[in-house]
């Protein structure tokens, strides 16, 4: 939604949108119980296994954190590369993340918290926690700026109201686990844009 915002100039993030009871969510890096790694920093010319481009909390959020801290983050074959950078890796799947971190294939992980809660103990029990991003909506309805208001009310109104009954329930339901809508609040508008510099400049490095 930010990279569409950023080009068309006219989305209006309105609506908030509640998924399995979670509004917000971040992602955690990890590394392997032993490892010397306890900040950010400390992966500079180290390799960091992430799922996929497409995903955000294993892809997005985990560069946009290093881009804040300065660390540039490149693909594992990328020649010529700055060798304080942080280079990646796609794993595809989050277990396969923390197998990879866990066997060496890897010095570092990072994904959702909700990815980190489900890994079996086993595994779990052999990694740890260095790092946190800055939590972030967990999706956004926006809407263009030129529709018309009584369109956009009407828009609103309905989507607020859906969780109200049997019916909305379960067609929210079926839009992968959605709980709700919620309206969005100024601070909340607020730290969804303050998001967009860092996730869009990330994105196109």
């Given at each position: 939604m930010l990279a569409l915002r950023e080009r068309s100039r006219s989305l209006d993030p309105a609506l908030?949108?509640?998924?399995?009871?979670?509004?917000?969510?971040?992602?955690?890096?990890?590394?392997r119980e032993a490892s010397s790694i306890q900040k950010l920093a400390d992966l500079r010319g180290r390799?960091?296994?992430?799922?996929?481009?497409?995903?955000t909390s294993a892809f997005a959020l985990p560069r946009a954190e290093l881009a804040r801290a300065g660390i540039?983050?490149?693909?594992?074959?990328?020649?010529?590369?700055d060798p304080g950078s942080v280079r990646y890796v796609l794993a595809l799947a989050e277990v396969n993340q923390a197998v990879w971190v866990l066997h060496g294939k890897g010095d570092a992980g990072a994904f959702n918290e909700g990815d980190w809660a489900a890994l079996p103990e086993k595994i779990r029990s052999?990694?740890?926690?260095?790092?946190?991003?800055?939590?972030?909506?967990?999706?956004l309805i926006a809407f263009r700026g030129d529709l018309q208001a009584a369109t956009r009310?009407?828009?609103e109104q309905a989507m607020l109201g859906l969780h109200e009954d049997e019916a909305g329930r379960a067609a929210l339901a079926r839009a992968s686990g959605v709980t709700r809508f919620e309206r969005l609040t100024p601070a909340a508008k607020q730290a969804?844009?303050?998001?967009?510099?860092?996730?869009?400049?990330?994105r196109n490095r």
């Open positions: 908030l949108i509640v998924r399995r009871g979670q509004r917000d969510y971040l992602s955690v890096f990890f590394t390799t960091l296994v992430l799922q996929a481009i497409r995903s540039p983050l490149v693909a594992a074959d990328e020649a010529g590369a052999q990694l740890r926690i260095f790092a946190r991003s800055r939590p972030i909506q967990r999706g009310q009407k828009l969804v844009l303050d998001w967009a510099p860092v996730l869009l400049t990330s």
